[in-house]
C-alpha cells in the first residue's frame, strides 16, 4: 500500500504505522528552507526588539506609564493568545472527537511562548504605579483603584506575577506530559543527542495500560488547575493593567470580554498553523478538513459571543449618562480610539461571521484560516486600543476621567518592540 492511501485523513485510520512513524519523524528533524529563512526573519525582529526595549527603558525609564503602552499591548495580546492555546486541547480532548487531535498538538505547543511571558512580564512589574500614592501626604491619601482593596503585601505586583509565572510552568508540564508518548518513540529513530534528550524527557515510558490511564488523569487535573489560572491571570491583568490605570472605569464585563477575545483569537491561530502546515508543510495527509469545519462553527460561536459582551458593556455606559461613563466611551470607542475600535468590530465580528455563515467556506481549509487571521488582527486592535488607552489616559490617582485625552500613537522604539516580541513569540515556536 502507497503513503498516499496508508495516510487517510478524512477517515483517521493510519493501517502502517510504522510509515507514519518514520515519515513523521523525518520531516520533524528536517528544516525546510520556509522555516528557516521564517527563523531567520524572527531573529532580526528580536534583535530589533532588543534595540527598542533598551532605547525605551533608558531614556524614559520606568517611573511613566505612558511610553510603556505599546510594550504592554503586546505582552497582553501574547499572554491571552498564546495562554489561551493549550486550554483548546484541553477542552477538546475532554470530548473524545477525532476531528481534534491535530488541532490539540498544535495547541499545545503554544504553552513554550508561557516562559517567554515570565520574561517579558517582568519590566511590568516595576512600570505599575502603586496602590496609594506616596507623594499626597499622610492625610490626604490617594488611592489608585484596584481590586487588592485589602492591600495585601505586595499586591498587585507579587500576585501578579506569581499568577504569570505558574500559568506558564504549568503549561510546559501540560505539554510535557501530553507529549512523553511521541518523545518514547522518537528517542527509537533519533541518535546522538536528540535521542539522549528525548530518552530523557520520556523517562520510563513503555505504553503500558497503566502508564496510559495515568496520563489521562493527569492531563485531566493538570487542565482543570489551567482553566483556573487562566482565567485568575486573564482577571489580574485586564484589571491591575487596564481598569485600574483608567479613572472612573468600573466594569464587570471587561475581564470576560478579555478572556473570551483570548479563546477566540487563540483557535484563530491554531486555524492558521494548521492551513501552513496543510498546504506547505507536508501534512496534508494528516490534517483533515474535518478539522477545519468543526472547528470554524466554535470560532463562529466565539465571534458571536464577542459582539454579544462588546455591545453590553457598551449599552451599560450609555444608558449610565455619568460624565466619567461618556467619557471613557469617547475615549475608547467613538473619539480616540474609534478607528482602532473599528478595525477591531470589523476583523473580531464582522469579517468572521460573514465568512463563516456560508458553509462552502466552513468545509475548506482556507476559510476558517482567513477567518482565524482576522479574528487574531481583530485581538491585537482591541490590545492595542485598550492597553494604549490605559497607559496613557492621565493620572491614576484621580477620581474620575474628567477629559477625554487624546490618542497616543507609537515611534519608532514602540514599532521595533512590538515586532520584537511577536518575532520572539515566532522563534520559540518554530525552534520547536
Known sequence: MSANHAHNAGMWVFPRAEEVTNDIAAKTQAMPRPLAAALAVSAVLVVLGIIGFV?????????????????????????????????????????????????????????????LNILMFIPLMFVLPAISNPGAGEHAMELRRTIWFEVPIGAPHWWDALGVIFLGILGVVILWLSAVPDLAEARLVSSGLRQKLYGLLAGHWY????????????????????????????????????????????????????????????????????????????????????????????????????????FAFMITYWYGRMEVEQNILMYLFTKSYAGIFAANFFFSFAMPFLLLLWNPVRRSDWGPALAGMAVLIGALMFNLRVFVGAFNAGDVYQHFLEVVPPAAWPDVWDIFMVLGEAGAATAALGYH
Open 55 to 115: 532605547v525605551r527603558a533608558g531614556g524614559d525609564g520606568f517611573d511613566e506609564l505612558g511610553p510603556w503602552g505599546y510594550y504592554a499591548a503586546i505582552f497582553s495580546f501574547l499572554l491571552m493568545v498564546t495562554g489561551a492555546a493549550p486550554l483548546v486541547a484541553l477542552a477538546f480532548r475532554f470530548t473524545k472527537s477525532h476531528w481534534r487531535r491535530p488541532l490539540s498538538r498544535v495547541s499545545e505547543l503554544f504553552a513554550l511562548v508561557g516562559i
Open 207 to 310: 505504553g503500558t495500560k497503566r502508564q496510559w490511564t495515568m496520563q489521562k488523569a493527569g492531563l485531566a487535573v493538570l487542565g482543570a488547575f489551567y482553566f483556573m489560572f487562566l482565567i485568575y491571570v486573564h482577571f489580574i491583568i485586564s484589571t491591575d493593567y487596564a481598569q485600574s490605570l483608567v479613572p472612573g472605569w468600573k466594569d464587570s464585563i471587561f475581564p470576560v470580554l478579555y478572556s473570551l477575545t483570548g479563546l477566540q483569537a487563540a483557535l484563530g491561530l491554531i486555524l492558521i498553523v494548521l492551513f501552513i502546515m496543510r498546504r506547505w508543510g507536508g501534512y496534508h495527509e494528516y490534517i483533515g478538513i474535518s478539522t477545519f469545519w468543526s472547528a470554524s462553527k466554535i470560532l463562529l460561536a466565539l465571534s458571536l459571543l464577542w459582539a454579544y459582551h462588546v
